[in-house]
T-cell receptor, first 113, second 113 residues
Framework: DTGVSQNPRHKITKRGQNVTFRCDPI?????LYWYRQTLGQGPEFLTY????????KSRLLSDRFSAERPKGSFSTLEIQRTEQGDSAMYLC???????????FGAGTRLSVL | GENVEQHPSTLSVQEGDSAVIKCTYS??????FPWYKQELGKRPQLIID?????GEKKDQRIAVTLNKTAKHFSLHITETQPEDSAVYFC????????????FGKGTLLTVNP
């Protein structure tokens, strides 16, 4: 499968724990995006990388959230001291070139108990 | 920032009928408008997109129209089939150095056999 890959698919954690998600973009895609989707809503932008540089972060991304893309390939999204309000589907997308066609992964569903 | 409104939130049609979903956007700098289909528990999949230099684009049973003056765009599905049942999201992007997508809240389309 050469699409966007996300792991794990599901994560259940207790409030206050830290969690980390991984996204592997489509090969040679230089842009990588993180979105959050809650039930009945469209995806909301969190942050995006061009190669290894994090170029924009949403105000939704509190200081408990951090994302990295160390070598311009895969990316990780870490949430520290999780809260019940963090429960959502975390989607990753990638694109390349100027056309901005974004391809999405299947997401990581986070449940904070 | 950009704001995208999508209507209706639910749409039920009989197989073979047409379905129309409408979106409005607020940022006149937006120039790229994709539509995604998301089946339950699956990733959003791009079905069609349009850029601000054209007014209409068609791909088999699916078409999208764009009115830049009024800042609205619409998805048209003709000859609907039960497998068209899903949630459809519109989105807008202003391009330039900002590639993030701003999504509408989605339309649950149900095609009844």
């Amino acid at each position: 499968d050469t699409g966007v890959s996300q792991n794990p698919r599901h994560k259940i954690t207790k409030r206050g724990q830290n969690v980390t998600f991984r996204c592997d973009p489509i090969s040679e895609h230089n842009r990588l995006y993180w979105y959050r989707q809650t039930l009945g809503q469209g995806p909301e932008f969190l942050t995006y990388f061009q190669n290894e540089a994090q170029l924009e972060k949403s105000r939704l991304l509190s200081d408990r959230f951090s994302a990295e893309r160390p070598k311009g390939s895969f990316s990780t999204l870490e949430i520290q001291r999780t809260e019940q309000g963090d429960s959502a589907m975390y989607l990753c997308a990638s694109s390349r070139g100027t056309k901005n066609i974004q391809y999405f992964g299947a997401g990581t569903r986070l449940s904070v108990l | 920032g950009e704001n995208v409104e999508q209507h209706p939130s639910t749409l039920s049609v009989q197989e073979g009928d047409s379905a129309v979903i409408k979106c409005t956007y607020s940022d006149s700098a937006s120039n790229y408008f994709p539509w995604y289909k998301q089946e339950l528990g699956k990733r959003p999949q791009l079905i069609i997109d349009i850029r601000s230099n054209v007014g209409e684009k068609k791909d088999q049973r699916i078409a999208v129209t764009l009115n830049k003056t009024a800042k609205h765009f619409s998805l048209h599905i003709t000859e609907t089939q039960p497998e068209d049942s899903a949630v459809y999201f519109c989105a807008a992007s202003s391009g330039g150095s900002n590639y993030k997508l701003t999504f509408g809240k989605g339309t649950l389309l149900t095609v009844n056999p």
